[in-house]
């Protein structure tokens, strides 16, 4: 903070002073606000209230914000496995191997140690809101998708150009869909489940 020369606020004018402040946040990763501790000071318009997030102090904010983040983001991913070992039936293991990522990223994750990728996140967050998307995963073709939603038709023969320019789903020849696709009853998912695994899912 020795470095600091005091300025002007580029909004309105009045002189910047390092304060601290209630309920501010800011953004960590892009759409992700965490908290900023009200003790911690920044560089503050006294006016208008516009935050200046100096070099000084920057380095500081950020680790604070990428704790906070962690932190925020432990709990969110704990919540999800849960959801799906204890309402679902899988374990953690089942977990890893239909998210295609290594079982010690997912524990990093869990234990706060570790950033997890935004389509990590939105994987599992999928994986939730429709378990039997994720037995799919476990029991079936890798591209589970291939032999549930869609075929391609004939792959040894090239299609038709009309049908060779189409990769809109709608246009995709479809097989006859499998049960889970009629609706998304949970007590459908469980159907699909596999005999290795226990489901605890009570039928909704
Ligand atoms: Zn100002």
């Known amino acids: 903070m020795s470095t600091f020369q005091p300025f002007h606020c580029g909004e309105c ?3 910047v002073q390092f304060a601290a402040g209630i309920g501010r946040t800011r953004e960590y990763v892009r759409g992700y606000n965490v908290p900023i501790p009200d003790e911690f000071a920044i560089p503050t318009c006294p006016k208008c ?3 200046y997030v100096v070099p000084e102090i920057a380095e500081e ?5 990428r704790k906070a ?5 432990q709990q ?3 919540q999800m496995v849960k959801i799906l070992t204890e309402r679902h039936g899988v374990t953690q293991k089942d977990i890893v191997q239909a998210c295609g990522v290594t079982p010690s990223y997912l524990s990093h994750v869990m234990a706060g140690k570790r950033q997890a990728s935004v389509t990590l996140t939105r994987l599992l967050e999928a994986f939730v809101a ?6 799919r995963h476990l029991d079936g073709h890798p591209w589970s998708l291939w032999n549930h939603f869609y075929v391609v038709a004939d792959p040894g023969r090239s299609a038709p150009k009309s049908q060779k320019q189409s990769t809109e ?10 049960p ?18 226990k489901v605890t899912v009570d039928a909704a």
């Open 49 to 51: 209230g516009e935050i």
């Open 130 to 135: 429709n378990p039997a998307e994720l037995d």
């Open 169 to 178: 789903w709608g246009h995709r020849k479809r097989a006859q869909p499998g």
């Open 69 to 73: 983040f962690l932190r925020l983001q």
């Open 180 to 197: 889970e696709w009629s609706n998304n009853d949970v007590s459908v998912g469980v159907a699909t489940v596999s005999k290795k695994r």
């Open 13 to 15: 004018g009045a002189l």
């Open 76 to 78: 969110h991913y704990r």
């Open 61 to 65: 904010l950020n680790a604070i914000l």
